[in-house]
């Protein structure tokens, strides 16, 4: 059984594009097979994702496909790679109608494990609160595990660790304040057409991340 894993937040903006492409690539540096995925009818994401996993990105997108077809993409495409990895959009449960068509509903239908990437530059306990509310909104998905983005020091990750704790939900990781990833963002997110910004974050994922957990089945 392969490992799978969907990569969404509480919204736009808090770093599921870095943190998805940046995992894709260091697990690629590793030597796994990635396969990539897009929920929504994004066609940009996918081009970055392809560049850097070297496999195609199939999107996942219940507005113009059924359920079934979405697994059976999710099936044909992932049959031969080490990971699935599958990029959300937007927030966790916006979609076009309510919940239809979001991360959540892709998700659901695959039922595969969800890593929410929180954007915790202005805040500490009060996380508890917001962590609290997508791990319970909808019991029908397992979020798996939280990631930090934009981590002022390691006393600041460690009061967001006792969040996680205190929650009961898995605390995977930071990503640090980091002036190049931040100016190395685009509209979409990081570009990596940079190499010195895709190295440094591969760097930071390896340094701050418990990357290994997501080659769990």
């Known amino acids: 059984m392969k490992a799978s894993i969907l990569i969404a937040a509480p919204m736009s903006g808090s770093g ?43 999107n996942l997108d219940t507005f113009m496909a059924t359920p079934e077809h979405v697994r059976q993409l999710f099936s044909c495409y992932g049959a031969d790679a080490d990971v699935c990895v599958v990029e959300g959009m937007m927030g966790l449960f916006d979609g076009y109608d309510r919940e239809k068509g979001s991360s959540y509903e892709i998700a659901r239908i695959l039922n595969i ?59 995977f990781g930071y990503l640090p304040k980091n002036a190049a990833l931040e100016q190395g963002s685009r509209y979409l997110g990081l570009d990596f ?10 760097q930071l994922l390896e340094e701050h991340v418990a990357w290994k957990k997501f080659l769990i089945p």
């Open 16 to 58: 599921k594009t870095t943190v998805a492409r940046g995992l894709m690539a260091l697990l690629v540096s590793k030597g796994y097979k990635v396969q990539p995925f897009k929920c929504g009818p994004d066609y940009i994401d996918t081009k970055f994702h392809e560049v850097v996993c070297g496999r195609p990105s199939i």
């Open 113 to 171: 494990p969800v890593v929410l990437v929180v954007d915790a530059k202005s805040a500490a306990y009060s996380m508890a609160a917001l962590l609290s509310g997508f791990i319970h909104f909808r019991e029908d998905i397992c979020i798996a595990g939280i990631i930090f983005n934009k981590v002022g020091s390691e006393k600041h990750f460690q009061m967001l660790r006792q969040v996680c704790e205190d929650l009961h939900v898995d605390c």
């Open 193 to 202: 057409s940079e190499k010195a910004e895709s190295q440094k974050l591969i």
